[in-house]
C-alpha cells in the first residue's frame, strides 16, 4: 500500500506541505524546471521507473518532494492547467491552492505526473494526475461527478477505482504525442495502486471529458476507454476546489462524457 501523507498544517505553507510520492531507486532527483531546489523523494518507492517509455519523444515523471520543491512544482502544473484552460476564470494562485488541496484530501492516494523533453530543468509540456478512491464507505468521493462514478459503474463496495482528471496540454504544444504518453504512465501506474490496507489493484481508470472536445474523446478512444454516460456541467469540485475537471476548450460550461478503463483490460495489454 502507498504511505500516507503527513498531515499538513496549513493548505499553502511550503513548510508544511507533506512528502509527496515515492522516488524509485534508479531515478534521479529531478529539479523543477526554472527553480533549483532539492526534492526529498519519500523512502518507499512503489514504481519501477520516473521516466517515460524509452521510445516516447516525451519524458513523464512523478511529482515528488518536500514542502518548498513540492510546492514549487505544483505552482508549475498549475501554471499549465491556467493556460490549458485559459476561460476558466481561475488565477495560478487559485489552481495552486487547489492542487494543495487535493494532496491534503486524498493523501497517499493522489499521483500527479508532469512530461518535459527529457532535460532536466525544462519547461514542462503536459500534465495529469490520478485519485484513487473506494467505492463506498467514508473515504469515497463526494464531489459533484466523481460521488456518482461507482453508481454509473455498477462497482461494488468493496471496489476502489482510479479518477483522472487534470489532463492538460498547452494549446502551443498539442497534437504531438504529449497526451497519449501521460495517458500511457498514468496507466502504467495503475495496477501498482492499492487503496488503505488493501490488497486488490483498483478495478479501473474513470474520467470525464467534455462532450464537444472532439479530440479528446478520440485520443482516450484510441487508448480502450468506452463512454459510459454523459452528464452534468463541466467544472468538478476537488477537495473543495473548483476545477476544469474534464477540460472544455476554454472550460466553458456544458455536458460532460463519462469514460472508463478497466484495469483487466491494462493487465493484459
Known amino acids: 500500500a502507498i504511505p500516507p501523507f503527513r498531515e499538513m498544517r496549513a493548505a499553502t505553507s511550503a513548510s508544511a506541505l507533506p512528502s509527496c510520492a515515492h ?48 510546492l514549487d512544482q505544483l505552482r508549475e502544473v498549475a501554471a499549465l492547467l491556467e493556460e490549458g484552460f485559459n476561460a476558466a476564470g481561475r488565477s ?15 493523501g497517499g492516494n493522489f499521483v500527479c505526473l508532469v512530461a518535459d523533453d527529457g532535460v532536466d530543468g525544462s ?27 461507482p453508481s454509473r459503474l455498477e462497482l461494488n463496495d ?12 498547452p ?11 501521460l495517458l500511457k504512465r498514468a496507466e502504467a501506474l495503475a495496477p501498482k495502486m492499492r487503496g488503505d490496507g488493501k490488497d486488490a489493484p483498483p478495478v479501473c481508470i474513470a474520467l470525464h471529458v467534455s462532450a464537444d472536445n472532439a479530440s479528446a474523446r478520440a485520443l482516450y478512444e484510441s487508448a480502450g476507454y468506452v463512454e459510459v454516460a454523459e452528464e452534468g456541467a463541466a467544472k468538478e469540485r476537488e477537495g473543495g476546489w473548483s476545477f476544469p475537471g474534464f477540460g472544455g476548450r476554454g472550460g466553458s460550461a456544458g455536458n460532460g462524457v463519462l469514460m472508463v478503463k478497466r484495469l483487466a483490460s491494462l493487465t493484459s495489454s
Open 123 to 149: 519547461e514542462l509540456v503536459g500534465a495529469c494526475d490520478l485519485t484513487l478512491l473506494p467505492a463506498s464507505g467514508p473515504k469515497r468521493s463526494r464531489e459533484g461527478l466523481v460521488d456518482r462514478v
Open 158 to 169: 468493496e471496489d476502489d477505482f482510479l479518477y483522472l482528471t487534470g489532463m492538460v496540454v
Open 92 to 106: 495560478q494562485k487559485d489552481l495552486t491552492n487547489g492542487l494543495v488541496q487535493k494532496v491534503r484530501w486524498s
Open 23 to 70: 522516488r524509485p531507486p534508479s531515478a534521479r532527483v529531478l529539479e523543477p524546471s526554472r527553480r533549483r531546489g532539492r526534492c526529498l523523494a519519500h523512502r518507499r518507492p512503489w514504481t519501477a521507473s520516473a521516466d517515460a517509455d524509452a521510445t516516447s519523444t516525451w519524458r513523464v515523471r512523478q511529482v515528488y518532494g518536500d514542502g518548498k520543491a513540492l
Open 171 to 181: 494549446p502551443r504544444m498539442r497534437r504531438r504525442g504529449i497526451a497519449r504518453a
